[in-house]
């Protein structure tokens, strides 16, 4: 991992295995990710283009799913994995997530004769800005540019304007980020507001209803300042998957008990991590000249420690082991 400042001095470097052994960074592009875990589910399992418009519950205890096409879909247990505008967390009485007052551009550099780059994550601080660039693939390189904003802005659809505004931002910073983004393709650059939602106890509904549980960022939106949003998403997916499997070796009866053991779980998980990364955000985020001074000439040249700044990391939810029988529910 290398740290630079905006005029591309190397401000620190880090090796994992000096520093932080057994720690490591796996960049993985979205795209691959997806179909990897498609490509473990039956093929009729997976229903494209499904958007769900309305959401209500029977008289039979059944949450009865309404599309966007008109089809309707009942369900014994409904998984809202639907992310941060999920319909499922509204329905469920979740607030909108929370603008946290940075925004995001990302985008995929494409080398269709190879990257050049070691497998190191780069970041880049300045004033209120920062950047940071990663290989995902021999070819692909996944940067990305954080910026102050007051307010989310104005949707832009046009990635050509998207682009340009980046390029902008970071006018006169190291050459080999501003080339990475010239060689990004236009329709793989977005650029998001930063939202979060922290899942305080007592005042936030629970993440599950009778039949309904909510995973990932339709449930816990964090902010992406420490990378966990994803790893959060499928640590969930792990530990619920066992929960209902074992609830469903007992027997439908225990279904909801063994939703709300999950969301008990996870959520000692998923709260303090919400919260980290949001304060991680704001002092990362700082504009004040003196203080980045400060940032880029002790705090991470002398004072920053690898292993503990990537402590939240250690989390193991153990592999989720294949069990005989699929599911009886539909
Ligand atoms: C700038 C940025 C950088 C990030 N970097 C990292 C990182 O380095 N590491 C990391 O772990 N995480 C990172 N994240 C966070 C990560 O992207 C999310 O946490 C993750 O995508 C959450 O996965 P999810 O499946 O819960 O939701 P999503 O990935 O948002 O998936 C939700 C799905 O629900 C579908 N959907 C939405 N509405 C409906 C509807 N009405 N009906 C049916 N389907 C619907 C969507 O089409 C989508 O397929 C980053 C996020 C941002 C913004």
């Given at each position: 991992?290398?740290?630079?400042?905006?005029?591309?001095?190397?401000?620190?470097?880090?090796?994992?295995?000096?520093?932080?052994?057994?720690?490591?960074?796996?960049?993985?592009?979205?795209?691959?990710?997806?179909?990897?875990?498609?490509?473990?589910?039956?093929?009729?399992?997976?229903?494209?283009?499904?958007?769900?418009?309305?959401?209500?519950?029977?008289?039979?205890?059944?949450?009865?799913?309404?599309?966007?096409?008109?089809?309707?879909?009942?369900?014994?247990?409904?998984?809202?994995?639907?992310?941060?505008?999920?319909?499922?967390?509204?329905?469920?009485?979740?607030?909108?997530?929370?603008?946290?007052?940075?925004c995001a551009f990302r985008?995929?550099?494409?080398?269709?004769?190879?990257?050049?780059?070691?497998?190191?994550?780069?970041?880049?601080?300045?004033?209120?800005?920062?950047?940071?660039?990663?290989?995902?693939?021999?070819?692909?390189?996944?940067?990305?540019?954080?910026?102050?904003?007051?307010?989310?802005?104005?949707?832009?659809?046009?990635?050509?304007?998207?682009?340009?505004?980046?390029?902008?931002?970071?006018?006169?910073?190291?050459?080999?980020?501003?080339?990475?983004?010239?060689?990004?393709?236009?329709?793989?650059?977005?650029?998001?507001?930063?939202?979060?939602?922290?899942?305080?106890?007592?005042?936030?509904?629970?993440?599950?209803?009778?039949?309904?549980?909510?995973?990932?960022?339709?449930?816990?939106?964090?902010?992406?300042?420490?990378?966990?949003?994803?790893?959060?998403?499928?640590?969930d997916a792990v530990v619920?998957?066992?929960?209902?499997?074992?609830?469903?070796?007992?027997?439908?009866?225990?279904?909801?008990?063994?939703?709300?053991?999950?969301?008990?779980?996870?959520?000692?998980?998923?709260?303090?991590?919400?919260?980290?990364?949001?304060?991680?955000?704001?002092?990362?985020?700082?504009?004040?000249?003196?203080?980045?001074?400060?940032?880029?000439?002790?705090?991470?040249?002398?004072?920053?420690?690898?292993?503990?700044?990537?402590?939240?990391?250690?989390?193991?939810?153990?592999?989720?082991?294949?069990?005989?029988?699929?599911?009886?529910?539909?």
């Open positions: 991992m290398v740290v630079k400042s905006e005029d591309g001095r190397e401000l620190r470097s880090f090796k994992f295995k000096d520093e932080a052994e057994g720690q490591e960074v796996r960049a993985v592009e979205r795209r691959i990710l997806l179909e990897t875990l498609a490509n473990q589910l039956p093929s009729d399992a997976i229903r494209f283009s499904s958007k769900v418009a309305k959401i209500e519950k029977n008289e039979n205890g059944e949450t009865s799913l309404q599309l966007l096409d008109g089809t309707q879909i009942l369900a014994k247990v409904l998984i809202g994995c639907d992310g941060i505008r999920s319909p499922i967390a509204k329905w469920m009485g979740f607030t909108e997530p929370r603008y946290v007052g940075h985008g995929l550099g494409f080398y269709p004769n190879g990257q050049p780059f070691d497998p190191k994550v780069n970041y880049i601080y300045g004033k209120g800005l920062r950047a940071g660039y990663v290989p995902v693939s021999p070819t692909k390189v996944y940067w990305f540019i954080c910026f102050n904003s007051s307010s989310p802005g104005q949707k832009i659809i046009d990635p050509s304007v998207l682009k340009n505004e980046a390029q902008k931002m970071i006018k006169g910073w190291p050459s080999e980020l501003l080339n990475i983004i010239d060689l990004t393709p236009d329709d793989t650059i977005i650029r998001t507001p930063l939202v979060d939602r922290w899942l305080w106890p007592v005042v936030s509904p629970s993440g599950s209803t009778s039949g309904v549980v909510l995973v990932g960022d339709a449930w816990h939106p964090m902010t992406p300042n420490l990378g966990q949003g994803a790893c959060c998403a499928l640590e619920l998957s066992r929960k209902l499997a074992d609830a469903l070796e007992v027997g439908p009866a225990s279904l909801d008990d063994a939703l709300s053991s999950y969301c008990k779980e996870r959520w000692t998980r998923v709260f303090p991590l919400t919260i980290r990364a949001n304060l991680v955000g704001a002092l990362l985020q700082w504009e004040n000249p003196v203080v980045c001074t400060v940032r880029n000439s002790i705090i991470i040249p002398k004072l920053v420690k690898l292993g503990p700044l990537l402590e939240h990391t250690n989390f193991n939810c153990e592999p989720l082991e294949r069990r005989g029988n699929r599911f009886p529910i539909n």
